[in-house]
C-alpha cells in the first residue's frame, strides 16, 4: 500500500497544468482566507507586469475596478466567480479550498520567514503547484490505496497482482490521473466516496470491534457529507450511501448515526452560504454570470430532466466522452 501510494502521488506530483478560471478562483480564495483571512476575493483576482523603482518588470495585484460581471474575466484572473454585494467569490462551495488551506499555511508561512512575495510570478506559480500537490493530488493517492483495498474486500479470490494492475489501471488510466493535477473537486469527491464505501463495508463485517458501534458509521456520514461541501452533485453519493447503510448495517441507530455525521458539513455549508450570499440555499452559482446559466435545471441551478442527447455526448463525444477518454 505505502508503494502504490508513493508511485502514484509521485506520478499525481510530477505534473502541473498551470491555471485556468476553475484553478484560479479557487487558488483566489485559498490566498485570501491564509493571507487576509477572508472568503472574498475581492484582492486576489487581477494582476499586471509593472516596473518597479529599479526598471524590473514584476508581477502587481491592483484594485478590481467596477466592471460587469460578465466582463470581469476579460480583465482578471478568472471568471468562474460569484458577485454579492459588491464581494466576489468562486462560483463553487469551498470544499477544495478548505483542503488546500493547511498545506498553502504552511507554504506562506516559510515565505513570509524568509521574506519572499508571494505575488511574484514564479513564486505565485510554484505556490499553486505546491498547494495542488498537496491536497488534491494527496487526496488523489489516498483513493487509490482505498480502491486497493476495496478490491481485496470485493475480490478475495484472484491473484494479488490483479489488484494492484485494477488499482494502477484506475489510478492511472482513467480521468484520475489529469484530474489529480488540478486544483479541482473531481477526485477528491471520487476519494470520499471510496473512502465512505469502504468504511461501511468494514462496518458490515463488523471489523471495527474495538470502537463504540455507531462510531464508523458516524465517521462515514461525516465522509459523505463533506463530499457535498466538495461539489453540490454529491447529494446524488449521499443519497446512495444512506440507502446502502440502510440496507448493509444492522441497527436503526447506527442509520442514525450515519445521517448525524453527514449533517455536520450540511450545516457548515449552509453556514457558508449565509455569510457569503446571505442565506442558508443561496448556493454559489445564485450569483454566478449568466455565461453559466443553464436552461431547464430546475433546483439550485444545477440538476434537471435527463436528456438522451446529453448522455450520448458524455459516453461518445470526441473531445470529453467517457468511453474515448477513459475507456477503462
Known sequence: ELVIFAFLFFAYSYFHQGGGWNQN???????????????????????????????????????????????????????????????????????????????????????????????????????AYLTTIFSVSLLAAIGGVTFYRISLRLFPMTAPWTHIASTLTFGLGTM????????????????????????????????????????????AGVVSGLAVILNYSSLIFLVLFVLYAAWVVETRQKIIFFLAGATFPILFLAWYHQVCFGGVLATANAYQSELFRKEGMVLFGMFGVPRWEVKAKLLFASNRGLLITSPV
Open 176 to 219: 484520475m490521473l489529469p484530474f489529480a493535477t488540478m486544483l479541482f473537486d473531481h477526485v477528491e469527491v471520487a476519494t470520499l466516496s471510496l473512502v465512505t464505501f469502504w468504511l461501511l463495508l468494514l462496518e458490515k463485517d463488523g471489523r471495527f470491534v474495538s470502537f463504540p458501534p455507531a462510531v464508523v458509521c458516524l465517521v
Open 25 to 127: 478562483s479557487r487558488f483566489d480564495q485559498v490566498r485570501s482566507i491564509v493571507e487576509s483571512h477572508r472568503w472574498e476575493i475581492n484582492d486576489y483576482l487581477l494582476y499586471r507586469l509593472m516596473h518597479d523603482e529599479s526598471g524590473v518588470e514584476k508581477l502587481r495585484r491592483l484594485a478590481m475596478p467596477s466592471v460587469p460581471l460578465e466582463q470581469v474575466g476579460l480583465i482578471a484572473n478568472t471568471g468562474d466567480i460569484s458577485l454579492f454585494n459588491g464581494r466576489f467569490y468562486p462560483n463553487k462551495p469551498p470544499g477544495t479550498v478548505l483542503a488546500a488551506v493547511p498545506g498553502y499555511f504552511v507554504i506562506y508561512g516559510v515565505e513570509r520567514a524568509l521574506g519572499i512575495d508571494p505575488d511574484d510570478w514564479w513564486v505565485l506559480t510554484v505556490n
